[in-house]
């Protein structure tokens, strides 16, 4: 079996001179400054990153869904909705009670909804129950559950 070499890649020309600048500098014992700096107690915080979810969730044994969409934006500390939480039920029965966030700030943000699936005649058999999902000051997902 042959193998073919492989190219070393060497980078544009651009980064290979800002590469030699940036060791002469550190080189020489100068600061070289790449990317942000430390921020001092009291100052501006960081950036804001912001992200976007899309969740389907089934009830009723598969019959009912509700879409779960929205924002939110974390700076590692802090987390916060942005615009509006979207709920979309569809199948078999299904209505949306409540929609929406709670918390945020310096504490976890929970998104979910409050839903009610009837089936049968009359609607004699009706299911309430919910979904809730919760993303932390740092903008990661650490848990979600229905009820």
């Known amino acids: ?6 190219k070393k890649f060497r980078g544009s020309r651009s980064s290979r001179l800002l590469a030699r600048i940036g060791m002469a ?5 100068a600061v070289l400054s790449v990317g942000a ?15 976007s979810f899309d969740w389907s969730v089934s009830f009723l044994g598969g019959l009912g869904h509700v879409n779960l969409q929205g924002e939110y ?10 615009g509006s939480v979207y709920c979309t039920p569809s ?8 929609c929406g966030a709670t918390g945020g700030g310096n504490g976890d943000l929970t998104f979910g909804f409050n839903e009610s699936g009837c089936i049968g005649p009359d ?17 990661n997902f650490v848990n979600a559950y229905t009820f």
């Open 123 to 139: 609607s004699i058999g009706c299911i309430t129950g919910g979904f809730r999902a919760v993303v932390n000051t740092s903008g």
């Open 91 to 98: 199948g078999y029965g299904m209505t949306v009670t409540w």
């Open 1 to 6: 079996m042959e193998s073919t070499p492989t």
């Open 37 to 51: 700096a430390t921020t001092p107690a009291g100052a501006a915080t960081a950036p804001y990153k912001t992200a």
């Open 25 to 29: 500098a550190i080189g020489s014992a």
């Open 73 to 82: 934006k974390y700076n590692g500390h802090d987390v916060y909705q942005v």
